[in-house]
């Protein structure tokens, strides 16, 4: 959706389900970390978009994003990597696959402790990462993204040697302490959200909307 009423119903549907996951406090403080990023799309797009109001079609791309980091905020904060490898095993998805995907969401929080590490290192050793113009701060970032990928190929060969030292995928008759089942809370989650999606379709397919232009 690019109409900043449906993406305003979209985003006041997730912050309750925010803040039943008790995760609202985390998604205030990651949507702070991204206030320049948002402050930078939309006076981005509001000064080089073609569009006839450039700057309604700004807010709609900031109001998108939200929505969609919201969403991911939701799941990432409430499912844990287990939970989600299981889920996946029992919607018959291979478990390599389902393995690979509890890996990755197990390695994000390990990689940005990394990243934070290296950041103090390259501060201790002198590098100005938040002074100077945009170029150079673009430029101070290449003695980070460098030993990153240095440190995250080592250890992605480190769990590689594990995991074959370990047997992995040699047996595949798999058992399990637990299985996943639905909740009531999951299912009132499901036809929230469910309810949430036909709503916005048909407020944005057959109510005409109000007039949300802004001069500029």
């Not at 807010?59 to 889920?87: C, G, K, N, W, Y």
């Not at 197990?106 to 990394?114: A, D, I, K, N, S």
């Not at 103090?120 to 290449?142: C, F, H, M, P, Y």
């Not at 993204?145 to 769990?159: E, F, K, T, Y």
Request: hydrophobic share 55%; net charge positive; with cysteine.
């Amino acid at each position: 959706f690019l109409d900043i009423f449906p993406l305003l119903i979209i985003i006041a549907v997730l912050i309750p389900l925010m803040a039943a996951a008790k995760s609202l406090r985390r998604w205030l403080r990651s949507m702070k970390g991204l206030s320049v990023l948002l402050i930078f799309i939309l006076v981005f797009n509001t000064l080089l978009s073609t569009y006839p109001n450039p700057l309604n079609y700004s807010i709609a791309l900031v109001l998108r994003l939200i929505a969609l980091m919201t969403s991911f905020s939701i799941f990432f904060l409430t499912v844990h990597p287990d939970e989600l490898s299981q889920a996946l095993i029992q919607m018959r998805v291979r478990f390599e696959f389902a393995f690979a995907m509890s890996m990755a969401m197990r390695y994000v929080p390990t990689l940005g402790q990394e990243a934070y590490a290296i950041m103090d290192t390259q501060r201790a050793r002198g590098v100005e990462l938040d002074k100077g113009s945009l170029l150079t701060r673009i430029r101070n970032i290449v003695p980070i993204i460098v030993p990153l990928i240095i440190v995250s190929i080592r250890r992605a060969l480190s769990i590689a040697e594990s995991m074959e030292s370990r047997g992995f995928g040699a047996s595949k008759n798999r058992t399990y302490m637990e299985r996943l089942s639905f909740q009531k809370r999951d299912w009132g989650v499901c036809i929230l959200s469910l309810i949430a999606l036909v709503l916005v379709i048909y407020i944005r397919l057959y109510i005409p909307l109000p007039d949300w232009s802004i001069p500029f």
